[in-house]
């Protein structure tokens, strides 16, 4: 396997995609399990697909480029999960293929290969979470379409343009999930290794990093919506602390196959002999991305194995020197068969039987069938499980409970309750979900819109009384 893919052969690049359609196709035409993150996605898509305007009508801190994604996803295919997946695996092809197009046209390899690619579209097979159409996975994308730009050999007045395009895409890529912009911090470390002009090269990258950034205040400040971007979104609190979505032993059995062909790929990393200035420069870079990878990561306030996209382009790219190392060739063959084997075992334990065995516990992410009075229907959630949106629409701008707290979290306070009462009596909800226990409260503070709801049998649910 290792041998047939030292190759840059368009059979191979054929064959590249044929065996990622084959691992991938199979879960989603058996059946794809809805995740509530998806859910929201899909409810910020389908708001702003009935006019809504981000920020102000839709109280969520998507960023706004993901949002354009999901507005776009929502116009063409409604409220699909399949539609999600696929999207998702395509980006994952396509960041898999550009970043092999990087590193093979500026050589920084000693030869040409799919290698790495064939590393990061299997590595990226591991779990559903990384094949779930994410904020992260969107910006992801952008980070490597940065890479063949911010590595330019830049001279003074000689193709700097390039410089000012790579940052615009690291910008772009923070426009898609906000904590990306960390990365600016790797396109510095390519400044400082590549360019001539440091100090002129990194104002220009930096120029490149605000521009959409001025474009969207731009369009923000026209429309009026400035101070609710900049609550909700931009200036939004750094949160210093490690939280799973998910059991972190869970995390760390999906992690583990990943985490074994980087430890492999570093050792051989020590023993490589002299290389190309570039080529040193290049790998340099590549361990400020893996860390910078890492410290966006665990400082995430929820972290999952979907988290984990961000270290496969370093480990993907280091794989390279563990696989072309001067082992055995039925060494290496062995430990890319364990890898894909392993992987087809942890994705398909459910379909062969083995998920028993391995005690994986998906639940915290997956949606829960939540019975209302009936289907179809307008509802307000007050409270964190948006599971009842499944399939019925949502109204009121109070899609993420956190961001709510602004107006729910303050009923002492006037216009907080104001706000509330607009917000509310302008999309009256057919029903209103109390997983907060705060409808007493609301009917005792705002009688001309909340005492028009009656409890229902279940002592959550209230309904819109005629």
């Avoid at 859910?39 to 993901?66: C, K, Q, W």
């Avoid at 990087?102 to 990061?120: E, F, G």
């Avoid at 607009?422 to 819109?449: F, H, S, T, W």
């Amino acid at each position: 396997m290792i041998s047939y893919f030292r190759s840059i052969l368009p059979s191979r690049l054929i064959l590249l995609v044929l065996l990622f359609a084959a691992i991938q196709l199979p879960l989603i035409l058996w059946g794809i399990p809805g995740t509530a993150p998806e859910l929201l996605h899909m409810l910020v898509g389908e708001r702003l697909a009935d006019g809504f305007t981000m920020y102000h009508d839709i109280y969520d801190n998507t960023a706004p480029f993901s949002t354009l994604v999901f507005w776009l996803i929502d116009m063409l295919a409604g409220r699909s999960f399949l539609a999600y997946r696929l999207a998702a695996l395509a980006l994952l092809l396509l960041q898999a293929l550009l970043l092999n197009v990087t590193l093979n046209r500026h050589n920084v390899y000693a030869s040409k290969d799919y290698l790495p690619a064939l590393l990061y579209l299997i590595l990226g097979s591991i779990s559903f979470e990384l094949n779930m159409l994410t904020p992260l996975l969107i910006g992801n994308t952008f980070i490597i379409l940065s890479l063949p730009y911010i590595i330019t050999l830049s001279h003074e007045g000689f193709d700097n343009n390039r410089l000012f395009v790579g940052g615009f895409m690291l910008g772009l890529a923070a426009m898609s999930y906000l904590p990306l912009a960390v990365f600016l911090l790797v396109g510095i470390f390519a400044v400082i290794f590549f360019a001539s002009s440091t100090f002129r090269s990194m104002l220009l990258m930096l120029c490149g990093f605000l521009f959409p950034y001025a474009v969207l205040l731009t369009y923000y400040l026209y429309t009026n919506t400035t101070q609710e971007f900049l609550e909700m979104h931009l200036l939004r609190p750094w949160q210093l602390k490690v939280a799973f979505l998910r059991p972190p032993a869970d995390v760390a059995i999906l992690m583990a196959v990943p985490t074994a062909v980087l430890l492999l790929s570093l050792l051989s990393v020590v023993s490589l002999p002299q290389r190309l200035v570039f080529q040193v420069k290049f790998q340099q870079l590549m361990w400020v991305w893996l860390f910078t990878s890492l410290l966006v990561i665990f400082t995430r306030a929820e972290i999952s194995v979907a988290t984990f996209i961000l270290v496969l382009p370093p480990i993907a790219y280091f794989s390279q020197f563990f696989f072309t190392s001067r082992r055995k060739p039925w060494q290496l063959n062995l430990v890319m068969v364990i890898v894909l084997v392993s992987v087809l075992v942890l994705r398909y334990r459910q379909v062969v039987g083995i998920g028993r065995f391995l005690l994986l516990d998906e639940s915290p992410l997956l949606l829960q069938e939540q019975a209302l009075p009936m289907q179809g229907a307008t509802v307000l959630v007050l409270g964190n499980d948006v599971s009842y949106y499944t399939r019925n629409k949502p109204v009121t701008p109070y899609l993420n409970w956190e961001l709510a707290q602004r107006h729910f979290g303050r009923l002492n306070e006037y216009q907080a309750v104001f706000e509330i009462s607009r917000n509310v009596g302008k999309e009256m909800p057919a029903y209103i979900v109390d997983k907060a226990n705060l409808m007493p409260e609301l009917k005792y503070k705002l009688p001309a819109v909340f005492g028009k709801y009656s409890a229902t049998a279940n002592q959550d649910i209230y309904q819109l009384s005629e």
